[in-house]
């Protein structure tokens, strides 16, 4: 028998498999298709103070081994998903979620991660400094390391829990960001967030995406945000979440030795709605192929 | 929602770089004309949704036109090929509402298509047959070589104009020059034409077409504005009742 579970800042969680924010809405879906209490957690679709539509459309372009999206945080705003979309996650899923959380000032950042980290069921906050897809906010704070510590002081000032800081790739040097989160006192780290890119219509001669640039998910960004992983694992001493490109069981042990304590799948979950079962299904296997009794003994090794 | 293999029966081009793929799989959730499946194309990333055009206990019929890389793809595939699909998604045409609502008031029915947008009303078409109604039926496309499926809808009801813009078969001109206004309207097409449809209407439910992510409503990718708030094409649509759409 191997040993799956892993712990994040005191949350004992079941294996290491977390559906990314974005790609999984507010769990609803999904529950639908399986039992979604085999999941770690949930990372829910991100919430801002007020209610946003998003971008216009399209908002979605395929790429080689991935896709552009530029969706914009569209969700109902903090107060409705408190009101209506937590309680119907919680029938359909018992354990902690991961309530990840966007803002257009640091203030708007520090009210909204206040109002949702005191729910219950909520396990964790994770800042999304990194959304490429909006003006004035997400990403404009996780560029510089000044504005990033900035943030994580102002929402761990009023969390009620743990407060992980979801990093950009779209950075000239991801350590320097994740050792000023850590120094304004995160409890850890969630990398990465898409990387910004854009496709052309060539019949048209005009970009594919609305917004004109969205963020590249997929396979494609593996071994990048492996590497940035690797980086940010080595320099910290907090847990880092590994995200990026995630689609088997063979990528999770490749994040955890790159020094994740846990993962998280977001475009697979696209593609293939069952994608978070089969890899927590496939995790085991995989794991005793290799010889692994415990995720303990290969975090960081590499 | 099942994630099913489906096996291509034929794939046939039936016009004008539009082809016709029948498939063979498990239909069985299929309830509604204008419900879509996504289907997985090998070395795309993205699955692509196609309405369903004909369906029974076994068999799928999707109509489409190879206007990208996927599309092309899958106008090469041969009979035998299998083909991971997730179906049935969207909502559909609510049927009973449109036969209700003609039933009750009168309101004459009007089935209106344009291009590939015909494919899902030939299922609509063919539910309000069987109970008792034959709506008129107009269909618009480009030009004769782009016409499909006229004999397939003169099968199951005999009011079925053709309308083509430059007037190489049937009437020349627009669907909507050939609407008598005020109707109540099944309507799938182009954007446009969705929405000279929807001006000349009292009532009616209108199919959309979206670039999707997921097809199933996870990635937020299809949202629209309407009415009543955002909606996902692919959960809370792709049908869109008239009074709901914003334009």
Redesign the interface.
């Known amino acids: 028998m191997v040993n799956t579970k892993i712990c994040l800042s005191g949350l004992l969680l079941d294996n290491p498999v977390i559906p990314a924010s974005g790609t999984f809405g507010y769990g609803r879906e999904f529950a639908e298709l399986y039992d979604i209490n085999i999941l770690g957690s949930i990372a829910i679709k991100g919430v801002t103070l007020a209610p946003r539509f998003g971008n216009e459309a399209p908002r979605i372009a395929e790429c080689e081994k991935g896709m552009l999206n530029s969706v914009g945080l569209q969700n109902p705003g903090c107060d409705a998903v408190i009101r209506e979309e937590l309680p119907e996650l919680s029938r359909v899923f018992g354990k902690k979620i991961i309530a990840n959380v966007c803002g257009f000032s640091i203030d708007e950042y520090a009210e909204c991660a206040e109002k949702i980290s005191r729910e219950e069921q909520v396990g964790l906050i994770e800042v999304n400094i990194s959304c490429p897809n909006v003006c004035g906010g997400g990403m404009a704070f996780g560029t510089s390391p000044e504005l990033a510590a900035e943030v994580t002081r102002a929402v761990k000032a009023v969390s009620a829990k743990p407060v992980y800081m979801k990093l950009s790739p779209n950075v000239t040097d991801i350590v320097s960001i994740a050792l000023a989160c850590q120094e304004a006192g995160a409890d850890g780290l969630s990398l990465i967030n898409t990387l910004a890119g854009m496709r052309i219509d060539t019949e048209k001669r005009e970009p594919v995406l609305a917004n004109v640039t969205g963020g590249l998910s997929g396979p494609a960004i593996f071994p990048v945000a492996l590497k940035m992983v690797h980086d940010a694992a080595e320099a910290v001493d907090i847990p880092v979440i590994g995200i990026g490109g995630i689609s088997k069981a063979k990528d999770v042990l490749e994040m955890i030795m790159a020094g994740a304590h846990a993962v998280q799948i977001g475009t697979a979950n696209l593609i293939d709605p069952w994608a978070c079962r089969k890899i927590i299904e496939e995790l085991p296997l995989a794991m005793e192929r290799s010889g692994i009794g415990d995720l303990e003994e290969i975090r960081g090794t590499v | 929602?099942k994630?099913t293999v489906c096996k291509v029966i034929k794939n046939e081009l039936i016009a004008k770089n539009t082809y016709e793929m029948l498939m063979a799989g498990d239909t069985g959730g299929i309830t509604r004309p204008g419900q879509f499946m996504d289907i997985?194309i090998n070395d795309?990333?993205?699955?692509r949704p196609f309405s369903v055009c004909y369906w029974d206990q076994d068999q799928v019929s999707v109509i489409y036109r190879a206007v990208g890389g996927?599309t092309e793809a899958m106008s090469n595939m041969a009979g035998g090929t299998e083909l991971s699909v997730?179906c049935p998604l969207g909502n559909g045409y609510d049927v009973e509402d449109c036969c209700g609502r003609h039933l009750r008031d009168g309101s004459s029915l009007l089935v209106a298509g344009g291009g590939t947008g015909t494919a899902p009303l030939y299922g609509a078409v063919k539910k309000l047959s069987e109970k008792g109604i034959r709506p008129r039926v107009l269909l618009g496309f480009g030009s004769k070589d782009e016409v499909f499926y006229e004999e397939k809808f003169k099968e199951i009801t005999s009011d079925v104009t053709i309308v083509t813009e430059d007037g190489s078969r049937g009437e020349k001109g627009m669907v909507t020059d050939f609407m008598s206004g005020g109707e109540y309207v099944l309507a799938c097409g182009p954007e446009l034409m969705l929405k000279a449809v929807w001006e000349r209407s009292s009532g009616g439910q209108f199919g959309f077409e979206?670039?999707?992510?997921?097809g199933?409503?996870?990635?937020?990718?299809?949202?629209?504005?309407t009415a009543h708030g955002?909606k996902r094409i692919c959960?809370e649509g792709p049908v869109l009742f008239r009074e709901e759409i914003v334009w």
Not at chain 2, 44 to 47: N, S, W
Not at chain 2, 210 to 214: F, V
């Open positions: 929602m994630q997985a795309f990333f993205l699955r996927g997730l979206s670039r999707m992510g997921c199933f409503g996870a990635c937020m990718g299809c949202t629209c504005r955002s959960k």
